[in-house]
């Protein structure tokens, strides 16, 4: 008897189980005294089929709205929980497919031959990843044999992802990832964000309301990009401005790449198929943007852009034919004038894939390159990866790891000529709008983890909304760069911002690296010097004597910051300028090569103002006997004077000198006062109009 209850129970039950997973289609016959509900449910749904067949950005948002509508009235209808779930997964908020596709493939597993697929993808993004390779590979299982070649690498490909994203949330890197907040983030989305090199300005693109024009692609009926730009004053970023006209039209325009200085940008234009313009800075006004060559744009699709720290070098996106797979990051030098971009160079099969390759950055270090990829061992669509060009070839791309990477798409990362912060557009629970730019803020053993004030940049980020990993402790290495900045100055008196031009030498080389200019309105300039050169640096403006500066750094130097006003001297009687890259042999009057950028400079000068006369001097420390230093100082003068001659410039306009250690700048008590004091100098004696 108690058999035969178990056996009813169990058929009740197992009535009831089928009874919820009956599939119920929008009929009359299953709704006979809803007739009026149902009509408006059956409208609903031919609603949202209209957006939904239109497949893309904010029309899958239409559609869930009318879907919803209809599920309210019928929620156990295989093909209407179907779409509402490939809705989801075609927005932002992803893991809320996953609920309806497992409904609809209770009440149908068969309601469509991608449903397992689907549902994989979305378990995949919840970061369930058995669960996801379950899925995976019922699908493969049901795929025919003319499917299996195409698809059935698509799904491996998927596998794969998830076994990488198994092993990459386990072995978890040690960072802090922010949200910048709704200073800087909005209702709308905001992504490439790209910063100059010191973390003082910030550019990134955005779909927001205010957007020039106002008016919105009817292609996903979102807003037409915008760029914005925003400054970090006291470690605050300031409310985004849209520069107007200058960088903005009524349609699509997005920030494509930056300059390290910050005076450079390349931009995308929507009324193009896809081609990279440059626009440059004029004070505070940005000039026209004007579109590369053809060397770099082609009748196919040009996206995403970074400069070299140098300005010589551009690396960027294409999908033209002949790469290894969609798009391809390649690369082009500028000839030497400066004008024209170089023949362009993919950079090979270790970089690119046979998937896409997005969001390329160079870092300031001029090595270090910075990208987001579908291929190499991602964790789910597009993960950002490093790769060090040394020794001619580049090294392997490195995952950056979770949680920088997610199992959604992360691109466009861009990274301070520190090494130690880095900004990127994400898609996380808690965000301002969606799509939001995110501060990560990368630690290694060498930086404690520190919870209280001393981390001003994020402890002064209103309310951060913030994803902190502590895992076992990653090494991150310091970058080897050099950063100088500061203001260009008229002379002493005024101290009015001036326009000048920065030209770095390598001096071993005798080889012009880079030259830049300062903006015209504020003064400020920023450089950024990898390490392993001698550089010489010199300022020049029309009218004024050169200001010449010297940077020897070893080649295992790491970041270093150095903050300099200089301020430029008129030509004028009695004016001096310390030659700081004239360079002699130890205890010797005789001219290292390396000084031959800065004795031409000054052959330049003399050559461009011909009734300027000037005395040459040479000076030491106090090291040795006074005689034996005046000496040694006004032997070196003169080797300084003779090269000049030998040059082209009249005897009579030069008289040279030895002081030895009579006129010190600074302390001998010190190895570096010592070294300031050891100088070649060169001083105005007279200069006719």
């Not at 009831?16 to 007739?35: G, T, V």
């Not at 292609?219 to 520069?243: A, F, G, M, V």
């Not at 903050?563 to 360079?583: P, W």
């Amino acid at each position: 008897m108690k058999n035969k209850i178990f056996f009813i129970n169990f058929l009740l039950l197992a009535f009831c189980f089928n009874l919820n997973a009956q599939n119920i289609e929008f009929k009359k016959s299953n709704f006979p005294d809803r007739k009026k509900e149902l009509r408006k449910a059956i409208l609903e749904i031919e609603e949202g089929n209209k957006s939904y067949e239109l497949g893309k950005g904010m029309y899958y948002l239409d559609a869930i709205e009318h879907y919803i509508k209809a599920n309210n009235f019928n929620p156990d209808n295989a093909l209407l929980n179907y779409k509402i779930g490939n809705c989801y997964l075609n927005t932002i908020q992803k893991t809320n497919s996953i609920a309806f596709f497992e409904k609809a493939l209770k009440l149908n597993p068969n309601v469509s031959t991608d449903i397992n697929y689907l549902l994989g993808q979305a378990y995949q993004l919840n970061y369930e990843f058995d669960k996801a390779i379950s899925k995976y590979n019922e699908y493969k299982k049901s795929l025919s044999p003319a499917d299996i070649t195409s698809f059935g690498k698509k799904t491996d490909k998927k596998i794969k992802e998830c076994d990488n994203g198994k092993k990459l949330v386990t072995d978890s890197v040690r960072v802090f990832i922010d949200n910048l907040g709704d200073v800087v983030n909005s209702a709308y989305p905001e992504y490439s964000p790209i910063i100059n090199a010191d973390e003082s300005m910030m550019i990134f693109t955005s779909r927001r309301d205010n957007t020039t024009g106002g008016n919105k692609d009817p292609l996903d009926n979102k807003y037409y990009e915008d760029i914005y730009i925003t400054y970090k004053n006291n470690n605050i970023w300031s409310p985004p401005k849209n520069p107007g006209k200058s960088l903005n039209t009524n349609y699509h325009d997005a920030i494509m790449g930056l300059s390290p200085d910050g005076q450079k940008l390349f931009t995308y234009k929507g009324s193009n198929e896809g081609d990279i313009y440059q626009c440059d800075i004029k004070g505070d006004q940005w000039s026209k943007p004007r579109k590369l060559g053809k060397n770099i744009n082609t009748k196919y699709h040009e996206s995403s852009a970074s400069f070299s720290y140098d300005g010589k070098i551009i690396y960027f996106i294409s999908n033209k034919p002949g790469g290894y797979g969609g798009n391809d990051i390649y690369m082009s030098k500028i000839d030497k004038k400066g004008k024209n971009w170089g023949k362009a160079v993919n950079l090979g099969p270790v970089i690119n894939t046979p998937y896409n390759e997005k969001g390329v950055f160079m870092l300031p270090d001029g090595k270090t390159l910075y990208f987001s990829s579908k291929g190499h061992k991602t964790m789910g669509g597009y993960d950002i990866f490093k790769s060090v060009y040394e020794n001619g070839k580049w090294s392997e791309p490195e995952n950056l790891g979770y949680p920088i990477n997610t199992t959604d798409n992360d691109v466009s990362l861009s990274i301070t000529a520190s090494g130690e912060h880095g900004y990127y557009s994400s898609v996380k629970k808690g965000g301002i709008g969606g799509q939001d730019i995110y501060l990560i803020t990368f630690l290694g053993h060498e930086k404690p983890l520190i919870y209280n004030s001393e981390d001003n940049l994020i402890a002064n980020i209103a309310e951060p909304i913030s994803e902190t990993v502590i895992e076992p402790i990653v090494e991150i290495k310091t970058t080897q760069v050099t950063l100088l900045k500061g203001l260009i100055l008229l002379d002493e008196k005024t101290k009015e911002p001036l326009e000048a031009t920065i030209e770095i030498t390598d001096n071993q080389k005798n080889e012009v690296v880079a030259r830049f200019t300062s903006n015209s309105k504020t003064g400020k300039y920023l450089i950024t010097l990898p390490s392993g050169k001698n550089y010489g640096i010199s300022v020049e403006a029309k009218g004024y004597l050169f200001h010449s500066e010297n940077f020897d750094i070893a080649p295992s130097a790491e970041y270093h910051e150095i903050e300099k006003d200089i301020l430029l001297k008129k030509i004028e009687v009695g004016e001096k300028v310390v030659l700081k890259n004239i360079f002699f042999d130890f205890d010797k009057a005789t001219l290292r090569p390396e000084s031959v950028a800065e004795l031409n400079r000054l052959t330049k000068l003399m050559n461009d103002v011909p009734t300027l006369k000037i005395e040459v001097s040479g000076h030491t420390d106090n090291v040795g006997s006074a005689e034996y230093n005046k000496n040694l100082s006004k032997k070196r003068a003169k080797s300084v004077v003779d090269y000049l001659t030998e040059h082209g410039i009249k005897k009579d306009r030069l008289e040279y000198a030895g002081y030895g250690f009579s006129q010190p700048i600074a302390t001998n008590d010190t190895d570096e006062g010592r070294q300031q004091n050891r100088r070649t100098e060169f001083k105005v004696l007279s200069r006719t109009y």
